[in-house]
């Protein structure tokens, strides 16, 4: 049986605009939670600038903050990289006729 996100690629193709990691955090996480980027800083042991990028769409999630966010407030980790996985991969398709590639053919 076929999972429901492999489903949903298949019907409906991949996302073309996914959202970036950061909303999931800001609109997910930290807002209803009503918790401060300040605060949230500091509860994950980062810098404030540093969760601020992230949130804002500035830098991508690590695997270490998303390890973070898990271990404070529960959040899936491994949800947290697809996303971010999901976001990149957007990214590079909206300039993929300029990636330049030779086809592998196998020697008959």
Do not use: C
Request: proline share 4%; charged share 25%; aromatic share 6%.
């Amino acid at each position: 049986m076929a999972s429901i996100s492999k489903t949903t690629t298949e019907t409906l193709g991949p996302m073309k605009d996914p959202s970036h990691p950061g909303d999931v955090v800001w609109f997910g996480i930290l807002e209803p939670l009503e918790i401060s980027l300040t605060d949230a800083a500091m509860m994950l042991g980062v810098r404030r600038a540093t969760l601020s990028d992230v949130v804002n769409g500035k830098a991508s999630l690590s695997a270490e903050m998303a390890f973070r966010l898990q271990k404070a407030f529960g959040v899936d980790a491994g949800m947290l990289l697809r996303v971010q996985n999901q976001y990149d991969l957007a990214q590079v398709r909206k300039h993929a006729k300029g990636i330049k590639v030779k086809r592998y053919r196998k020697a008959a």
